[in-house]
């Protein structure tokens, strides 16, 4: 009897340290720095954001997602298109740089304006080094476009998300 109580004590106490371990691990991740995207742009202070401002690299969902907050209720307002996000000029293509604040293997990078996919890059299902610039073709799109990048896992069935504002053309 003493034993068991003793189990069930120590298992309680496990619990908290379990938790702590995964708030740990939710801060290492990775986000489109350059050029600023919308979570970027909450961590700059150029548009005001709510708790996404600290940790622009935590936008992950479920692979397979089409929104720029990655289903976290949390950080929806990256989804307001209305919020004043500042759109950046680019050319008919534009080069996009990550920071990774925790290297995952990779399946690929996706690049999305609207419906279409207007670039993959495999990631060789490898770590990534510290930052990885692509450079993608934006497909014919003119005008103010909102494009969705995602960085698809290898190693767990996750994805991160993050929307850039761009004036093309
Ligand atoms: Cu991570």
């Not at 692979?63 to 950080?75: E, M, Q």
């Amino acid at each position: 009897m003493k034993k068991k109580i003793i189990a069930a004590a120590s298992g309680a106490a496990l619990a908290p340290a379990f938790v702590v371990v995964l708030a740990g691990t939710a801060s290492a991740h990775g986000y489109i720095n350059s050029p600023p995207s919308r979570q970027a742009q909450c961590a700059q202070g150029t548009v005001q954001c709510g708790s996404i401002k600290y940790e622009p690299q935590s936008v992950e969902g479920p692979k397979g997602l089409r929104s720029c907050h990655g289903g976290n209720s949390a950080f929806a307002e990256l989804s307001d298109d209305s919020k004043g996000w500042r759109a950046t000029s680019v050319g008919t293509s534009a080069s996009f740089t990550w920071t990774f604040t925790a290297a995952h293997r990779t399946s690929n990078w996706e690049y999305y304006i609207g419906g279409t996919r207007v670039g993959v890059v495999s990631g060789n299902n490898a770590q990534p080094p510290r930052n990885v610039t692509h450079n993608i073709n934006l497909g014919g799109f003119t005008g103010r476009q909102k494009l969705l990048a995602i960085w698809n896992i290898a190693d767990t069935s996750n994805a991160f998300y993050a929307c850039v504002d761009l004036q093309v053309g």
